[in-house]
């Protein structure tokens, strides 16, 4: 193709520069462009940081400060009298370890029973879970609800992490990739005496370690921004997660100065900014595998 | 017994026989062992609660006193619900704008990035453009709320600048959908973004080199080359970004409870409100089937119409 090409090419020369001067025009337009996307994405995100680092009475004054001028920590001191961020932190690391680090078992210990076990039923049931990825969170969450609340688990952790267990996405891509991974290799595990723990959690697991991180990656965010779940079964401080917390900041009892809701959420943010600086290649990674599924 | 029976040459076929349906067995429990954690806990938190939704809503119930059977008269009411047309509107005309601009806005900008480029503002804007996607709503909102706040926000002070007055965003009716539209679009569009990207660069260059070498125009490549080659990605962008924006709750909860005037109430804060606010138990639980039903219809018309424009490869 570019043998054929090269060619006429050479005797089209004067037509060739000047695309190419218009071709250059244009990429240096679509850099200003994205330039200033960039800009209006990240405007927010900065402002945020300036205006709680300022002291409370001038940090939001008009026109909007870009620079933390007087500089101040006082908001963030007050974000932690005012309610327990701390606690509430820990929270939300507790539900989403448990959540996704259980979850993945679940669904690593399904996707090998339906990937390399035969046994009755087993493509029933896996049409019958995976027709349920159509059902909204919102058809089921009125009877879990009342379950919880007759296990007296309303306004408890587990009310959150347990229902987040089952995950048949999770099963069902899992099980798409580990039928990908050659049955030649657990044969000639078992022909050397390996049972099926040891094949699934010694071969097949360790095979899978960008479909699992990407899995993890989505549950870890999923859980740790959940604000329905909480919203619902959370209503004392010292148990809400942070999205919730965030929120009844802002409006309860009265609700606290802007400043003290933009430390707040300022807190929130920058760990996320911090694991996105260092983990940007897995976070991307994980969102474009679940893309290509499709 | 049948190993006494005098027939040695039939005895090994017979003995291979037993063993492997032994081993099949062993098979098959082994396969309801692995899988009934998943089992369990599909059937207690989603099979059983389908069921159960289905039959509260037959019911009249407020958590409190006995329920009451009431047969289909939730359905009715809530077809006769004079705030059920606006509701409605107000999810799909979001769904919709939500669907428009992530789509359209996502493939402008892979296509933007995806060429050679400097590498800090390439880097820059792809993180800029991804990064809001990993923060939760509840920052996201209350973060907007201030950003668009009429009095100190960022919006009214700079369009004030270039002489633009800007709408008082949550209390006028008129604009806080648009304003919600605009802050999902801010969030999400990382998502949609990376999604068609990945789909961009299994485009094949070389059909794209091909096509230009014939004289087609960029407006050509893109509509009859690129578009049609990245339809499986698009048609997956599509269906998630409709179902996640049909079911909108977080936002609408946290900024503006619905109002002004019921402008921005959505089907799902409609649940949470009749079901967690009113105790109407029956009556959401109604109102969770017709929004099971609504985004199941528009998925298989989707996967209908896909037929139209999707290239399986």
Same mark, same amino acid.
């Given at each position: 193709m570019t043998i054929t090409s090269v060619p006429a090419r050479d005797l089209l020369t004067a037509p060739k520069r000047r695309t190419r001067r218009r071709r250059r025009a244009r990429a240096y337009l679509l850099d200003l462009v994205l330039l200033v996307v960039g800009v209006l994405m990240v405007?927010?995100?900065? +402002?945020? @940081?300036?205006?709680?680092?300022?002291?409370?009475?001038?940090?939001?004054?008009?026109?909007?400060?870009?620079? *933390?001028? *007087?500089?101040?920590?006082? =908001?963030?001191?007050?974000?932690?009298?005012?309610?327990?961020?701390?606690?509430?932190?820990?929270?939300?690391?507790?539900?989403?370890?448990?959540?996704?680090?259980?979850?993945?078992?679940?669904?690593?210990?399904?996707?090998?029973?339906?990937?390399?076990l035969s046994f009755r039923g087993s493509t029933p049931i896996l049409i019958i879970m995976l027709s349920a990825l159509m059902v909204p969170a919102q058809l089921v969450i009125i009877p879990v609800f009342i379950m919880m609340r007759n296990l007296q688990l309303v306004d408890t952790?587990?009310?959150? +992490?347990? *229902?987040?267990?089952? =995950?048949? @996405?999770?099963?069902?891509?899992?099980?798409?990739?580990?039928?990908?991974?050659?049955?030649?290799?657990?044969?000639?595990?078992?022909?050397?005496?390996?049972?099926?723990? +040891?094949?699934?959690?010694?071969?097949?697991?360790?095979?899978?370690?960008?479909?699992?991180?990407?899995?993890?990656?989505?549950? @870890?965010?999923?859980?740790?921004? =959940?604000?329905?779940?909480?919203?619902?079964?959370?209503?004392?401080?010292?148990?809400?997660?942070?999205?919730?917390?965030?929120?009844?900041?802002?409006?309860?009892?009265?609700?606290?100065?802007?400043?003290?809701?933009?430390?707040?959420?300022?807190?929130?943010?920058?760990?996320?900014?911090?694991?996105?600086?260092?983990?940007?290649?897995?976070?991307?990674?994980?969102?474009?595998?679940?893309?290509?599924?499709? | 017994m049948t190993a006494l029976l005098p027939v040695p040459a039939a005895a090994p076929p017979v003995a291979d026989a037993t063993a492997r349906r032994r081993r099949r067995r062993r098979e098959a429990l082994a396969g309801y062992?692995?899988?009934?954690?998943?089992? #369990?806990?599909?059937? #207690?938190f989603i099979a059983g609660p389908f069921a159960a939704a289905m039959v509260l809503s037959l019911y009249s119930w407020d958590l409190l006193t006995p329920r009451e059977f009431v047969g289909l008269d939730n359905f009715t009411r809530l077809l006769s619900d004079p705030l059920l047309p606006r509701v409605m509107a107000n999810t799909f005309l979001f769904a919709f704008a939500s669907v428009a601009t992530h789509i359209g806005g996502g493939l402008l900008l892979a296509l933007a990035v995806n060429r050679p480029m400097n590498r800090v503002l390439s880097y820059f804007t792809r993180s800029a453009i991804f990064f809001p996607f990993l923060l939760s709503w509840a920052a996201v909102a209350l973060l907007w709320k201030y950003v668009l706040d009429p009095g100190f926000g960022l919006v009214a002070y700079y369009l004030g600048r270039i002489g633009i007055d800007a709408p008082n965003w949550f209390v006028d009716p008129s604009w806080s959908l648009t304003a919600i539209i605009g802050i999902d679009f801010w969030y999400t569009i990382g998502f949609t973004f990376i999604i068609l990207l990945a789909g961009l660069q299994t485009v094949p260059t070389e059909l794209v080199e091909a096509a230009r070498t014939d004289g087609a125009n960029s407006r050509q490549i893109l509509f009859n080359v690129i578009i049609p080659m990245m339809s499986p990605v698009?048609?997956? %962008?599509?269906?998630?970004?409709?179902?996640?924006?049909?079911?909108?709750?977080?936002?609408?909860?946290?900024?503006?409870?619905?109002?002004?005037?019921?402008?921005?109430?959505?089907? #799902?804060?409609?649940?949470?409100?009749?079901?967690?606010? %009113?105790?109407?138990?029956?009556? %959401?639980?109604?109102?969770?089937?017709l929004i099971f039903f609504v985004i199941m219809g528009v998925t298989l018309l989707q996967f209908w119409g896909a037929r139209k424009w999707v290239h399986e490869r």
């Open positions: 405007a927010p995100l900065i +402002w945020l @940081f300036a205006a709680s680092l300022t002291a409370p009475g001038s940090a939001f004054s008009v026109p909007p400060t870009w620079v *933390p001028h *007087p500089f101040s920590v006082e =908001n963030f001191v007050d974000v932690n009298r005012m309610i327990p961020i701390g606690r509430m932190a820990l929270n939300s690391l507790i539900v989403a370890v448990l959540s996704v680090g259980g979850s993945l078992l679940v669904s690593v210990l399904a996707a090998y029973a339906f990937a390399r952790l587990t009310a959150l +992490w347990l *229902p987040a267990l089952i =995950n048949v @996405f999770a099963i069902f891509f899992l099980r798409q990739y580990f039928t990908s991974i050659p049955r030649e290799l657990d044969e000639a595990a078992r022909i050397d005496g390996a049972g099926h723990l +040891w094949i699934l959690f010694r071969m097949l697991v360790p095979l899978s370690a960008p479909a699992l991180s990407a899995l993890a990656i989505l549950g @870890f965010q999923a859980s740790w921004n =959940n604000y329905f779940g909480p919203l619902i079964f959370i209503s004392s401080p010292d148990k809400m997660t942070l999205p919730l917390g965030l929120v009844t900041l802002q409006a309860g009892h009265g609700g606290a100065p802007a400043a003290v809701v933009f430390a707040a959420i300022t807190m929130v943010v920058v760990p996320m900014l911090v694991l996105f600086i260092v983990f940007q290649r897995n976070f991307v990674a994980s969102v474009a595998t679940a893309g290509m599924r499709g | 062992l692995f899988l009934s954690p998943g089992l #369990v806990l599909f059937i #207690v698009l048609f997956f %962008a599509t269906i998630i970004t409709f179902i996640g924006a049909f079911q909108i709750f977080d936002p609408i909860h946290i900024i503006t409870g619905g109002g002004p005037e019921n402008s921005t109430r959505t089907i #799902v804060m409609y649940l949470y409100q009749t079901g967690f606010q %009113a105790f109407q138990i029956g009556y %959401a639980s109604a109102i969770a089937i």
